[in-house]
């Protein structure tokens, strides 16, 4: 029942890989006998032998000027071809840092077990739930279960469509598609404790024949070209700092004329980012927020035509204002986003309202459609 998967892309370099991206000259030779070379003329250990991204400053940014000497030389083309390989390993590299980083930011102890004692606390038996009962935990982004469900009242989804959910979190949305329309959804996730509590959730509540999750990136997502016939992803592009390849990614995924729907925080009219930490983010340096033409200049590249827009600023602040008002009136309700967001979720909250009130964000709606 699952989507065709295309096997996941190593971020490991093999001494194959490091001839193929050489034109097929080999990667450079130990330096003696079972022994390496260093940047700094260090003897490496047989076993910790350099491999060829080791050593691209010396090869490619000395030769491109970057040594500080005031007339470097011209570039060789088979320089020019390191220059780029060492650019794109260090591109990965910081991406998976930047990953990583995200998920360790999202990443909570006994999510599920926090889930559990909440539900008890509320008279619920945690083995015999609905879908419904779930929806103030498990919808992490502005406005929450409302906005899902005003969002699929504009989506044309059928029984036989299968649908990706790009940062699932720990499945409400993927949910949500699933019990209103009987459809397929995959979800994926960098965060492993969001993926396994998705399935287990989705397993309690009789939705694991309809639903599957599994950690991968939006950058790189292991599912063959045209597999969905519709992708969306709520709150996730502010984690994401190279735009242009996830709405590329999402293009490769998509059937031909298939939907991408994007609800993300944006950049607001009052050109100044919020204070620090966010739901999504506990440095700026984490914090990716866009102004919607980015985002359009994003989708157009990849081949998408918009087919609408919508800030849902005040809705998102009508639905807070709702919400803070029950909590004055009744306390702070055991089954919440606090479960998910941790000891700082009262921060990573006020600083996100305050940001919206002051028009430095806007939660905005996308949706578009891919090529035919």
């Known amino acids: 029942m699952r989507f065709p998967a295309t096997p996941r892309r190593s971020r490991r370099t093999s001494p194959d890989d490091m001839a193929s991206a050489s034109g097929g000259r080999e990667a450079p030779h130990p330096v003696g006998r079972g022994a390496a070379r260093g940047r700094h003329g260090k003897t490496m250990p047989p076993q910790r032998a350099a491999p060829r991204s080791y050593y691209c400053r010396p090869k490619a940014f000395l030769v491109a000027g970057h040594s500080g000497k005031p007339a470097p ?13 060492c650019l794109g390993q260090h591109g990965r590299i910081k991406m998976a840092l930047s990953e990583r980083q995200i998920a360790e930011h999202y990443a909570a102890e006994n999510i599920l077990e926090k889930i559990d004692a909440a539900l008890r606390e509320l008279g619920h038996d945690p083995e015999n739930i609905s879908a419904e009962t779930l929806k103030p935990v498990d919808e992490f982004h502005s406005a929450g279960v409302e906005a899902t469900k005003a969002l699929l009242g504009q989506l044309e989804v059928t029984p036989e469509m299968q649908v990706l959910d790009i940062g699932c979190g720990i499945g409400g949305p993927a949910r949500s598609i699933a019990s209103r329309h009987n459809c397929r959804v995959q979800g994926i996730d960098l965060t492993p404790e969001y ?17 599957e999750f599994e950690e991968g990136s939006a950058t790189e997502i292991p599912l063959e070209p045209d597999t969905a016939d519709m992708a969306w992803m709520l709150h996730v592009g502010m984690n994401i700092p190279d735009k242009q390849a996830l709405f590329a990614e999402a293009a490769r995924v998509l059937r031909p004329g298939g939907h991408f729907v994007v609800f993300d925080v944006m950049e607001g009219p009052v050109a100044k980012p919020p204070e620090f930490p966010v739901p999504w983010a506990s440095s700026p340096e984490m914090s990716h927020v866009m102004h919607a033409d980015g985002y359009r200049s994003a989708a157009s590249d990849a ?15 009508d639905d807070f204002e709702d919400k803070l008002a029950a909590m004055e009136a009744e306390g702070r309700p055991p089954l919440g986003l606090h479960i998910l967001m941790g000891e700082r979720a009262p921060d990573k909250m006020g600083n996100y309202v305050a940001a919206l009130r002051e028009q430095r964000i806007a939660p905005v709606e996308m949706i578009f459609r891919a090529a035919a």
């Open 195 to 211: 993926v396994q509590t998705a399935r287990h959730l989705s397993a309690r509540v009789g939705l694991d024949d309809l639903t």
């Open 303 to 317: 081949g998408f035509t918009q087919l609408s827009e919508k800030d849902l600023s005040a809705f998102t602040l």
């Open 73 to 85: 030389r011209a570039v060789s083309a088979t320089n020019q071809a390191d220059m780029l390989w």
